[in-house]
């Protein structure tokens, strides 16, 4: 036992950091901070990360799109595209930091952002950007919406996004040849942050019923805070009906034909949230036709829901990557920063691209459209 001593106090010390540090979290968030009101901003910088992989292919799209889109405001100066650089694999591996320092003080002179896929290497120490970007940024709910009309599905996911076992998942412990153990943390104020956005989103649009998803069986501590704490601020909003689900069931849920229609708006854990959106969106047609919005008080990232596609560009196919996830979050984008005139015309043009006229199609290899040509034929309808 004598040998364990020194790694035990080891341990206990880097919990106890750790814990700390998640206090002061909890206290930052409690002061809170006042939303962006983007209606009466005078200047707006939209920040561009290709990312990795098919990032930068997708991106020259998404682009092309916000140019024609938003040409009055960006010649106004009201409206600026600002290309951000550095947050590739490359970058971040050689700088040994999941977002280097003089690209997050470029992000954070950005007001919103618009980003493509980025890599996260397996094993090792280097955090996923994402989860970095969240955290740094203080980008609490990611937002996914899904819709399959004619199965009558509308879904609107509230994930939480920085919390969960993704804020300390690199930091966890390790005994070589013994055992490895991570974290997870959930807190007040975090989890009543993120409720009340799904709670106040389904008010807003005339939603009754919140699907609150966890694991509170197992997980009694963090599962079980979060959803008492959901269940404490959906008494503020008596009309809308809150029920408890477990994730495991919810998966099968999502499949089930018979059940699947009643769901409306979703809110839970990190972990949770990360996997079944993927579900949700493979259900709407695959992750690429799903954007993703993360958003804080003071910024908002809004992302492509699929990786980097290693395989197409390995294969030689990655002009050939389907640019349906980026746009959807280029409409997002445009709707959180009050144009959603211009973000109803993106999603009319794509629906016409994409499910009825559909005169280019890609399938992701070189037997369709590439990239391009179909960002040529998106342009021509709107």
């Known amino acids: 036992m004598a040998d364990y001593e020194a790694i035990l106090n080891d341990a206990a010390a880097h919990f106890r950091e750790l814990l700390a540090q998640q206090l002061q979290r909890q206290t930052r968030m409690e002061q809170g901070e006042p939303a962006k009101d983007f209606s009466k901003m005078e200047h707006i910088v939209i920040g561009l990360i290709p990312g990795d992989g098919i990032g930068p292919i997708i991106m020259t799209q998404a682009r092309?799109?916000?140019?024609?889109?938003?040409?009055?405001?960006l010649r106004s100066g009201r409206v600026e595209?600002?290309?951000?650089?550095?947050?590739?694999?490359?970058?971040?591996?050689?700088?040994?930091?999941?977002i280097p320092d003089d690209v997050l003080s470029t992000i954070k002179?950005?007001?919103?952002?618009?980003?493509?896929?980025?890599?996260?290497?397996?094993g090792g120490t280097l955090e996923s950007a994402n989860v970095a970007m969240r955290r740094e940024l203080?980008?609490?709910?990611?937002?996914?919406p899904v819709s399959v009309p004619e199965a009558g599905i509308d879904w609107t996911f509230f994930r939480e996004n920085t919390e969960g076992e993704y804020a300390l998942g690199s930091r966890g412990i390790e005994i070589p040849g013994k055992l490895a153990m991570d974290f997870k943390v959930t807190t007040d104020a975090g989890t009543r942050r993120i409720a009340r956005a799904a709670f106040a989103f389904a008010r807003a649009n005339g939603k009754t019923n919140v699907a609150i998803v966890t694991k509170a069986n197992i997980m009694k501590k963090?599962?079980?805070?979060?959803s008492r704490i959901c269940h404490e601020v959906a008494a503020e909003y008596p009309e809308i009906t809150a029920e408890d689900?477990?994730?495991?069931?919810?998966?099968a849920n999502l499949v089930n034909p018979e059940i699947r229609s009643k769901f409306q708006v979703f809110v839970l854990p990190n972990l949770y949230g990360d996997i079944i959106t993927d579900e949700a969106a493979q259900i709407q047609g695959g992750v690429g036709t799903a954007g993703s919005a993360n958003t804080g008080s003071r910024y908002a990232m809004f992302e492509a829901v699929h990786g980097t596609a290693p395989r197409l560009i390995a294969d030689g196919e990655g002009d050939y990557a389907?640019?349906?996830?980026?746009?959807k979050a280029a409409e997002l984008l445009l709707r959180h920063i009050s144009m959603a005139d211009k973000a109803d015309r993106l999603a009319a043009a794509m629906h016409l691209c994409t499910e009825t006229e559909r005169r280019v199609v890609m399938t992701g290899?070189?037997?369709?459209?590439?990239?391009?040509e179909f960002g040529d034929y998106l342009l021509k309808k709107l």
């Open 222 to 226: 963090t599962d079980g805070s979060f």
């Open 138 to 144: 203080d980008l609490y709910a990611n937002v996914r």
């Open 81 to 98: 595209l600002r290309d951000i650089e550095g947050l590739t694999i490359e970058n971040r591996t050689a700088q040994g930091k999941a």
């Open 109 to 122: 002179a950005c007001d919103v952002l618009l980003k493509g896929p980025t890599e996260t290497p397996k």
């Open 245 to 251: 689900w477990y994730i495991d069931i919810m998966t």
């Open 64 to 73: 092309r799109v916000l140019e024609r889109l938003l040409a009055a405001e």
């Open 322 to 327: 389907n640019p349906s996830s980026i746009l």
């Open 365 to 372: 290899h070189r037997d369709g459209a590439s990239c391009a």
